[in-house]
């Protein structure tokens, strides 16, 4: 029987769709491929628009989630060949789908992107809807992915740190004699593209490597109203969405009179601040270890620098460091994922979401 499985995976920023074939028979699992494709812009504008209330959601949504089921399946099938590989020899796909809204207040969340439609234009069984199991038992259904950072990177002696800066950021806790911990930690790279885009409407979809950010001025006033918000003050587990912040959000703090005539480009700084501020404070007590980067963020070379002055006793690094490329890190989780279900082994970790027990994820979509 095969050991290799494909993962698929796109985030809250939606800067692409990552496919990965993952041979998961050696000690090691060996990444046979990993490819990306980004998202035609006329489906990017439907799923920004599905991530908050508008007219005729439903007949949106619907049409977008057999469009993102078809570029999954694409993107699926371009690793697959990549890999030199045909369907007969995959064991399963674990799709994760986009997420357009996650509610752990109501103990739901809803990623689209039909999995019987990339089932039977791939011919391979699916495996998805993985969060839902884990919020009917009480956790926040995310994150999902420390119990893979476990599985693949926890050390007997050393301290280590996934930080996975995508549109939202989280912290892994690898800690020897520790339970594992891992958590939202508010905004990664969310509010930086969002408000990049208001002010460069026609130009690129986000602050290449944060020069933008970083020819401006923080504004500490405005950083420290906006990290006395209620959710950077909630212990674990925790977890938020872009659901949560938003433009909006942000509009709440530029609105008022102390605020309305910052300069966009100080505001953008300031962002750059609060999304490293924020990691960082989960951190500070950690007076030993290592920090594995990864996620799209971890290209923005001045919210590195900041992170770096942040975390002074703490060294920075990324995941390729420990023989996973940074990239293709979430889309092996949901491969890892997917071959739990097929062996009926849990997937997600009480002390990361809360849940009442571990469980099973996942539901399957057979091909034939």
Same mark, same amino acid.
């Given at each position: ?108 969340s809803l990623q689209i992107g039909s999995p019987s439609h990339i089932a039977v234009q791939t011919n391979i069984d699916v495996v998805a809807d993985f969060r839902n199991k884990d919020m009917a038992l009480g956790g926040q259904g995310a994150p999902l992915v420390p119990a893979f950072h476990q599985a693949m990177f926890s050390h007997a002696n050393e301290a280590r740190f996934i930080v996975n ?57 405005? /950083?420290?109203?906006? &990290?006395?918000?209620?959710? @950077? #003050?909630?212990? +674990? $587990? ?7 912040? !938003?433009?909006?959000? /942000?509009?709440?703090? &530029?609105?008022?009179?102390? @605020? #309305?005539?910052? +300069? $966009? ?7 750059? !601040? ?95």
């Amino acid at each position: 029987m095969t050991d290799i499985y494909v993962g698929l995976m796109s985030g809250t920023s939606m800067d692409g769709v990552d496919a990965v074939v993952v041979d998961f028979s050696p000690q090691t699992p060996a990444l046979l491929a990993h490819c990306q494709q980004p998202i035609p812009q006329p489906l990017l504008e439907q799923l920004h628009g599905l991530c908050s209330p508008a007219a005729n959601e439903l007949a949106t949504m619907a049409e977008a989630s057999v469009a993102v089921a078809q570029l999954f399946a694409a993107t699926a099938t371009q690793a697959i060949a990549q890999a030199k590989l045909k369907a007969s020899d995959i064991a399963a796909i674990g799709s994760h789908g986009q997420t357009i809204r996650h509610f752990p207040e109501l103990a739901f969340s809803l990623q689209i992107g039909s999995p019987s439609h990339i089932a039977v234009q791939t011919n391979i069984d699916v495996v998805a809807d993985f969060r839902n199991k884990d919020m009917a038992l009480g956790g926040q259904g995310a994150p999902l992915v420390p119990a893979f950072h476990q599985a693949m990177f926890s050390h007997a002696n050393e301290a280590r740190f996934i930080v996975n800066i995508g549109g939202i950021a989280n912290v892994t806790r690898l800690v020897p004699g520790k339970s594992l911990l891992g958590y939202d930690t508010g905004p990664g790279n969310t509010l930086l593209d969002q408000h990049f885009k208001r002010h460069h409407p026609n130009g690129l979809d986000y602050d290449d490597n944060g020069q933008w950010g970083k020819s401006g001025r923080c504004q500490q006033n405005l /950083l420290e109203q906006m &990290l006395a918000d209620k959710y @950077f #003050a909630l212990a +674990a $587990p925790k977890s938020t969405g872009r659901e949560y912040f !938003h433009l909006a959000w /942000l509009d709440s703090f &530029l609105t008022q009179p102390d @605020f #309305a005539q910052i +300069a $966009p480009v100080d505001v953008q700084c300031t962002l750059h !601040h609060l999304s490293a501020q924020s990691i960082a404070q989960e951190l500070f007590d950690a007076d030993r270890g290592k920090v594995y980067l990864c996620g799209g963020g971890d290209k923005n070379g001045f919210l590195l620098e900041l992170l770096t002055k942040a975390l002074p006793k703490l060294t920075l690094s990324r995941t390729s460091e420990l023989g996973i490329p940074e990239q293709a890190l979430e889309a092996m989780a949901f491969a890892w994922l997917a071959r739990c279900f097929k062996l009926q082994q849990t997937g997600n970790a009480s002390s990361v979401t809360g849940a009442s027990r571990p469980a099973i994820l996942g539901a399957l979509y057979p091909a034939k």
